[in-house]
């Protein structure tokens, strides 16, 4: 055999060494489950035995954001998760730190500014307390949403002399802007330990804060009582419910407010989206007035009610099989996020062609 | 001491005193005999006998004997002159590191100057009487002939030789000595490995010396690694070679790739240089032969053998300078640089392997020598050697900041990053009181295939930061003075180290959470350590004469609050005495032996503890000299032509090893103390019939007793034991148990055979069948001990040490077919470990005597887990198993959806894994030899 026969074959052994695939090092099986348990409309989505709260669709539509509470530690911590838009397996978002550990944290109302970033609500208490110690209006960043740059500490007073406890239905406005409802009481009703913030409603007044200011929250007027909150359909619009009324109102940039919809029985929790206006709809609804006059709500769910703006028709045919609570629309209005009444809670998508 | 071993001592010691032992400089040996006339067989006096082109030689005396000493090992040619006789070149003459090649020499009388005349000399080193020690060494040819990838492969071939216990003593109780000098990581020797690795590509030859070495080294009771490294070539060449086990598939393939490179040859001014490198990556770094897993679904059924974060890379560079400044000195450059990384398999971490722990060791040793040798023709040869070597480890273990990416198959070439290294070593422990940035608390993993919240862990780290370094610089003077028949050796070392040490545990909590988290430790301290001996070596006739007297000290430099420590100091005197009778060389030694403790020992130690008895350790500066008195008698000849004999038998006595003694009733309460005692006794015997005619073989045997009253420095040692009359418990008592290396017999076979160049048919213009290379090694070995415990709460049952593992046995094997292409020598080979793929196990679980638990245990452990977390699993969850959730409800609730996941679980945790040895491994190599 020639030499070069020879070096020919000991290039193409080398190259054959070389070229082979080494073995691959262990990995994980793939543990996540993809789409629904059940494909049936509305699609349930969770099946926590602890709630679960507040959806917030991502701005790509792609997941969901949303509180849900762990029963299976001692402090019952209220997390962050994010879901597949379809459902499938949650990636939790769990505060893990030294601090954590002799404390209940809640991670509530979240609500994306933009998709990377969200608005929430931050509170702890020490475990076996009835109250928070810790109640603040902040931001968080992704991936993990646990290092909340606090902006509003609660409770605060105001200059009318109110005392604001905590934040729900927290709306960015654009601009470095955040709305909220600020709540002013909570309820002496049982409902388990911890009570869920928003079991309870008592929003006393909207408010708005600028994120990147240091001054304190703005009132906005007109907004006595508020039981819902989103934006609009034109820009600095700002739509609200109110406690015991049917009607969802429009504030424009300009203070005007307005009628945008009529729902015909109490509305609350609304949203808009692409056009489309999502609102819960009689149900459970247990009306209280104080003494002094002021209203609030008891909320066991209601109906998910969705109109076309542009016709003013309703999308969804009225079904009361589930009691439901706090909608938050697709980006593409096409379908709603959200949760069931006050016992169970759980989520589910509702598809809104 | 027992009555026995009184009796065996003084039968030895009775034989030692008889006289003494030699040992030349343990990287040079020497060549020594008698020049006679061929014709009468008188002595002729003043001949000259030199090598290494007449820079080094001596000139015989009247008695015609001659001796050229302190020699590099290698192969040299002897040239004789002497008026009035013909001269003689004798080729081939080998020289070992601390030996003495016996080359007899006859000169033919010519009245005129004839050309000189070469042949080849024929030496015999097994018979000289001037070898004393017990040595077994790995030559050049052996580490390419044999199934052995490194220095530490070639040493586990040695008899006497477990892992890094040498006759049955601690790992760190033996010395490493690299061309003359010693090197030691004297910080924690006793529960780290070393770093150094020395390309074996590099290497002239490596032994292990296990009985009395010279007076001229200190630092070890137990043994002496001693490594020649070459120096560089008059003509350059070198090899390359890589090796992989890419090609196979399934469980051969283990994601190997080694690279070597070596190569040699002059620069100008007649400086030679030599450098190597050694790349050496495995996905599967510490493979074992692990059963298949039990419960089904583990992923480890499908894809059976490679655990998981088990990758490791070693880097190796090295690089050495020869200086010839004149005839009469040289200097030598020498560096290395060696650096591990390892990803640490955590069976806890199994399935969340980016916070399992990994480790980073990189070590750089810097040498130079200066070497001043008299005149061949000097009356009283003199050779001095100078010797600085610059030493510095670093250790981290830890959690890595990010996951390294693998560029080719496991090798990252890029350097681990660890969570908290900065504060690790800047030794901040103030800053380290807190949660330290970048560590979370674990929580159990949800990434298992069995989901539950039990056994193993994600979201974080254990939090373990541990950072060391050991800098040593250290110089030597070396002297030998040449008396005739014999040498005067002397000199001394001085030794100035620098250790600073950094701990944390549980890094994501603060200090004190809970009194859980203890306090971060750091020390820093500079201790220096000093030695000087002489030794005189004298040849009377066939008698052979050693005395040696060594003196030691060290100073820790670390003084208790309130309380100087101070030196320690420690006289060592060693002799020997050898002879040829009846065609064997006879040898007795005594030597005593001292080495300063490991440094770690001298600073607080917190660890887990699996035996329940406590998980700190007060430090102690003021330890002592851990020492050893060892008597050896051996034998050694060849009954026939081709085979050689060797045997001895031994016994050690070690005293003042350091043990963790109790200062009060708390576990917690101990300090480290030199109080641990112990013997070991053993019998060794070699059988060899050296290569010819194209094969050899060699067959090792190790009859050993070691036992000892603790077998680490971190058993407490509780001086009681029961009175067999009363039952009372006494105190003290010299009980021993079986040390933890104590392996009572070793059996190694090894067969080496090689066809010659121009064997079998040729078939297309080549001999397929010519010039193959095989070797096999086969090894057999008892058991070694373990105590078993009940199950919890871990009672002991009987003696520590008192059972025993099974025997193991593996047989290795290499095939070498050298290839000549043109005017290269290229070739290919198959290494091939554990060729039959035998499960060895090398540990077993104390409480059960076996390395499964049984049904009941991981039963109990699975109903513990899951009455801790009885919690439902609802559908979104990422502990969700489908085939779990039997009524399909979206939630796994009940004991009859759960139970079944928290005992798959319990039985996967509770899969052994390290109790058993290394799987098949397998590698293809292809080498260029130029």
């Known amino acids: ?353 | 001491m027992s009555p026995r071993c009184t009796a065996w001592g003084l039968v030895v010691a009775g034989i030692a005193l008889l006289g003494g032992r030699r040992v030349e400089a343990q990287a040079e040996g020497a060549i020594g005999g008698v020049v006679r006339d061929a014709a009468t067989r008188n002595p002729i006096a003043e001949v000259l006998v030199t090598v290494d082109e007449g820079r080094r030689g001596n000139v015989t005396d009247t008695a015609g004997t001659y001796r050229i000493r302190q020699l590099r090992s290698g192969t040299y040619t002897v040239t004789v002159r002497r008026i009035g006789y013909q001269p003689r070149a004798l080729t081939g003459v080998v020289v070992r590191a601390g030996g003495t090649t016996p080359l007899d020499i006859t000169l033919d009388a010519s009245p005129v100057q004839l050309d000189e005349l070469a042949v080849e000399a024929v030496t015999d080193l097994l018979l000289d009487p001037l070898q004393t020690q017990s040595e077994q060494r790995i030559t050049a040819q052996d580490l390419r002939q044999l199934p052995v990838a490194s220095l530490a492969d070639a040493i586990a071939l040695t008899a006497g030789t477990v892992g890094e216990s040498f006759r049955g003593g601690r790992p760190g109780q033996q010395s490493f000595i690299l061309d003359g000098l010693g090197v030691k990581n004297q910080l924690d020797a006793s529960t780290s490995g070393a770093v150094l690795r020395i390309p074996p590509d590099i290497l002239t030859e490596a032994s292990v010396i296990t009985n009395g070495f010279s007076a001229r080294y200190g630092q070890a009771i137990s043994g002496l690694v001693n490594v020649v490294t070459r120096d560089g070539g008059e003509r350059w060449s070198g090899r390359a070679a890589y090796e992989t086990d890419r090609p196979l598939s399934g469980s051969a393939d283990r994601g190997l790739d080694r690279m070597v490179f070596s190569a040699d040859g002059p620069l100008v001014g007649g400086i030679r240089a030599l450098v190597g490198v050694d790349l050496n990556a495995r996905q599967d770094f510490d493979a074992v032969n692990a059963p298949a897993p039990v419960p089904a679904g583990d992923p480890r059924s499908t894809t059976p053998y490679p655990l998981p974060h088990n990758a490791g890379e070693q880097y190796t560079g090295t690089a050495k300078l020869t200086i010839p400044l004149g005839q009469r000195q040289t200097a030598r450059l020498f560096g290395l640089m060696s650096s591990d990384q390892r990803l640490l398999y955590d069976q806890a971490y199994k399935y969340d392997t980016e916070f399992a722990p990994a480790l980073r060791v990189a070590g750089t040793l810097v040498t130079g020598q200066w070497q001043y040798t008299s005149a061949p023709t000097a009356k009283r040869p003199f050779v001095l050697d100078v010797r600085a070597g610059w030493f510095d480890r670093e250790f981290m273990r830890g959690t890595l900041t990010e996951p390294l990416e693998q560029k080719f198959g496991a090798f990252t070439f890029d350097r681990m990053h660890f969570v908290g290294e900065e504060i690790a070593e800047a030794q901040d422990t103030a800053a380290a009181r807190s949660a330290v940035p970048g560590f979370t608390s674990p929580e159990y993993s949800t990434s298992t295939p069995w989901g539950v919240p039990a056994f193993f862990l994600g979201e974080g780290s254990r939090g373990e930061m541990s950072w060391n370094r050991f800098q040593e610089l250290r110089t030597q003077v070396d002297g030998t003075l040449g008396l005739g028949r014999g040498d005067l050796y002397f000199g001394g070392e001085y030794l100035s180290q620098d250790v600073q040490t950094f701990q944390r545990a549980l890094a994501s909590l603060p200090v004190g959470l809970g009194d859980s988290v203890p306090p971060a430790s750091a020390s820093a301290f500079k201790p220096q350590a000093f030695a000087l001996y002489a030794e005189l070596n004298q040849r009377l006739g066939e008698l052979g004469l050693v005395a040696g007297l060594r003196y030691d000290q060290f100073d820790s430099r670390q003084d208790l609050p309130g309380e100087e420590s101070g030196p320690k100091r420690q006289l060592n005197p060693r002799v020997a005495v050898s002879t040829v009778l009846k065609g064997a060389t006879v040898v007795a030694s005594f030597g005593s032996f001292s080495q300063p403790p490991d440094y770690q020992f001298l600073v607080d130690a917190a660890f887990d503890d699996t035996t329940r008895t406590g998980r700190f350790r007060q430090g102690n500066p003021n330890l002592g000299f851990e020492q050893a008195w060892q008597f050896e008698f051996s034998v050694r000849g060849r009954p026939t032509k081709d085979l050689e004999l060797r045997t001895g038998v031994y016994i050690k006595r070690l005293d003042g090893l350091v043990a963790s003694v109790p200062l009060g009733f708390d576990p917690d309460s101990s300090i480290f103390g030199n109080a641990d005692y112990g013997t070991v006794r053993g019998l060794e015997l070699i059988a060899e019939r050296p290569v010819r005619n194209g094969w050899g073989a060699r067959l090792l045997y190790t009859l050993q007793f070691a036992e000892a009253s603790s077998s680490s420095a971190f058993l407490l040692r509780r001086s009681y034991t029961i009175d067999p009359g009363t039952g009372d418990t006494i105190i003290p008592a010299r009980v021993e148990f079986p040390l933890d290396y104590d392996r009572r017999h070793n059996i190694t076979a090894i067969v080496q055979g090689m066809a010659p160049v121009q064997f079998g048919p040729r078939v297309l213009g080549v001999r397929p069948f010519a010039a193959w290379e095989a070797s096999v090694v086969m090894r057999l070995l008892s058991g070694l001990p373990y105590t078993p415990l009940s199950p919890p709460p871990d009672t002991l049952l009987g003696a520590p040490n008192s059972a025993r593992l099974p025997w193991t046995g593996t047989v290795d094997m290499l095939v070498r077919r050298p290839i000549r292409l043109g005017r290269v020598q290229t070739g290919l080979y198959l290494d091939v470990r554990n060729v039959f793929n035998r499960q060895n196990i090398v540990a077993v679980r104390r409480d059960t005597g076996s390395p499964f638990a049984t049904s009941e245990m991981v039963e109990q452990m699975a109903e513990a887990a899951y009455t801790a977390n009885p919690s439902a699993i609802p559908y979104e969850s990422p502990r969700y198993r489908p085939a779990a959730d039997i009524d399909g409800n979206g939630r796994i609730e009940g004991r009859n959806e759960l139970f079944p996941l928290f005992l798959s679980a319990a039985q996967d945790v509770s899969q052994p894994v390290f109790f058993y040895g290394a799987p098949r491994l397998v590698r293809l190599g292809a080498e260029v030899i130029f």
């Open chain 1, 1 to 353: 055999m020639s030499l070069s026969r020879w070096r020919r074959r000991a290039f193409a052994c080398l190259a054959l060494l070389t070229a082979c695939s080494q073995s691959e090092p262990f990995t994980n099986p793939d543990v996540t489950n993809e789409g629904p348990l059940a494909p049936t409309e509305p699609l349930r989505l969770t099946y926590n035995i602890g709630e679960d709260s507040t959806p917030a669709a991502h701005p790509d539509g792609a997941s969901l954001l949303y509180s849900f509470t762990r029963p299976d530690i001692q402090g019952r911590d209220q997390c962050l998760a994010l879901l597949p838009a379809g459902g499938g397996t949650q990636r939790d978002l769990c505060p893990n730190s030294a601090g954590s550990r002799d404390s209940t944290d809640f991670y509530a109302e979240p609500a994306w500014i933009d998709g990377n970033t969200i608005a929430l609500r931050r509170a702890a208490r020490l475990i076996g307390r009835d109250r928070d110690d810790y109640v603040v209006l902040g931001t968080a960043t992704a991936p993990d949403f646990q290092d909340v740059t606090a902006r509003v500490r609660f409770p605060y007073s105001t200059p009318a002399g109110l005392v604001h406890l905590f934040p729900t239905h927290v709306t960015p406005l654009g601009g470095g802007r955040v709305a909220y409802i600020a709540e002013t009481q909570l309820s002496g009703l049982p409902c388990g330990n911890p009570c869920p913030y928003d079991w309870t409603h008592a929003g006393r007044e909207v408010m708005v804060v600028d994120l990147a200011g240091d001054g304190p929250p703005t009132s906005v007027p007109g907004t006595d009582y508020p039981t819902g909150l989103s934006l609009g359909p034109d820009a600095g619009d700002l739509l609200f419910t109110r406690a015991d009324d049917s009607r969802v109102f429009r504030r424009a940039a300009d203070g005007t407010v307005d009628v945008l919809h009529d729902f015909g029985a109490v509305a609350r929790d609304v949203t808009w989206r692409a056009g489309r206006l999502a609102a819960i709809v009689g149900g459970d609804l247990l009306i209280l007035t104080s003494v002094n006059g002021e209203p609030s709500q008891v909320d066991g769910g209601g109906t998910l009610a969705v109109v076309d703006l542009a016709t003013g028709e309703p999308v969804l045919p009225a079904d009361t099989t589930l009691r439901l609570r706090r909608p938050s629309l697709a980006p593409d209005g096409r379908a709603v996020f959200v949760q069931t009444g006050a016992t169970a809670v759980d989520l589910y998508r509702v598809a809104a062609p």
